[in-house]
C-alpha cells in the first residue's frame, strides 16, 4: 500500500522569504510523485509533477520539488512567495502494487502575510 | 475550452433526502474520479470508474452510487445511508496510461445538509 505524509498542516510566511512544504511517502517500488494546488472553493490544478528522469522538477510560477528516493521525500520549495500563492498544497503519490490511482496528502495551507 | 463542469456548485439538502452531483468532461478521458474532501483530512477516494459501464468503490463508498453510461459523465448520488454527507466534493478524470496519476479535477460541489 502506499502512503503519502504531509508534516505541516499549517505553513506561514512573509512575502518574498522562502519556503519548503513537506512531503514523504511509503512504497516499497517506483512510484510517480506530484504537487496539487488549491484556491478557495476551487477545484485542485497540477503544480508539478515527478515521473521519470530528472530528480528536481520545476513548476512556472517559480515552485521547484525534488524527488529523493533514499529519503522517500518529494519536497516543495519556493525561493521567495507571493501573496497570491496562498493556498493549499496537496501533495500525492502513484504507480504503487501497479495502481495508477492517486493517494493524497492532508494537505498543507501555506499562509503568505504581507 | 476542455474541461471539467461539476453541478450545481453549491446544493443544500434535508436529512434523509437523496442527492446527485453531476461531472461532464469533454476532455475525451477514460478514467473518472468522485473523491471527498474534508477539512484536514485531504481528499478521500469514494468511487472510480476506468471505462464505460464500469466502476469500483474506494475507500469510503459507503452511502453513495455512481453511474458510467457514457464516457463524458459521471454522476454521483449521496443517499439518505450516508450519515455525514456535508463536504466538498470533486470529479477528477485522467488519461490513464503514461499519464499515470495526473488528475484534471472540476471545480467542485459543496454539498450542506441542514
Known amino acids: 500500500a502506499q502512503s503519502v505524509t504531509q508534516l505541516d498542516s499549517q505553513v506561514p510566511v512573509f512575502e518574498e522569504a522562502p519556503v519548503e512544504l513537506r512531503c514523504n511517502y511509503s512504497s516499497s517500488v517506483s512510484v510517480y510523485l506530484f504537487w496539487y494546488v488549491q484556491y478557495p472553493n476551487q477545484g485542485l490544478q497540477l503544480l508539478l509533477k515527478y515521473l521519470s528522469g530528472s530528480t528536481l522538477v520545476e513548476s512556472i510560477n517559480g515552485f521547484e520539488a525534488e524527488f529523493n528516493k533514499s529519503q522517500t521525500s518529494f519536497h516543495l520549495r519556493k525561493p521567495s512567495v507571493h501573496i497570491s500563492d496562498t493556498a493549499e498544497y496537496f501533495c500525492?503519490?502513484?504507480?504503487?502494487?501497479?495502481?495508477?490511482?492517486?493517494?493524497f496528502g492532508r494537505g498543507t495551507s501555506l499562509i503568505v502575510h504581507p | 475550452d476542455g474541461g471539467i463542469t461539476q453541478s450545481p456548485k453549491y446544493l443544500f439538502r434535508k436529512e434523509g433526502q437523496n442527492v446527485t452531483l453531476s461531472c461532464e468532461q469533454n476532455?475525451?478521458?477514460?478514467?473518472m474520479y468522485w473523491y471527498r474532501q474534508d477539512p484536514g483530512q485531504g481528499l478521500r477516494l469514494i468511487y472510480y470508474?476506468?471505462?464505460?459501464?464500469?466502476?469500483q468503490k474506494g475507500d469510503i463508498a459507503e452511502g453513495y452510487s455512481v453511474s458510467r453510461e457514457k464516457k463524458e459523465s459521471f454522476p454521483l448520488t449521496v443517499t439518505s445511508a450516508q450519515k455525514n454527507p456535508t463536504a466538498f466534493y470533486l470529479c477528477?478524470?485522467?488519461?490513464?496510461?503514461?499519464?499515470?496519476?495526473?488528475?484534471?479535477f472540476g471545480e467542485g460541489s459543496r454539498l450542506t445538509v441542514l
Open positions: 477528477a478524470s485522467s488519461i490513464g496510461g503514461s499519464r499515470v496519476g495526473e488528475l484534471f
Open positions: 470508474s476506468q471505462i464505460v459501464n464500469d466502476f
Open positions: 500525492a503519490v502513484s504507480g504503487s502494487g501497479g495502481s495508477y490511482i492517486p493517494t
Open positions: 476532455l475525451n478521458h477514460d478514467a
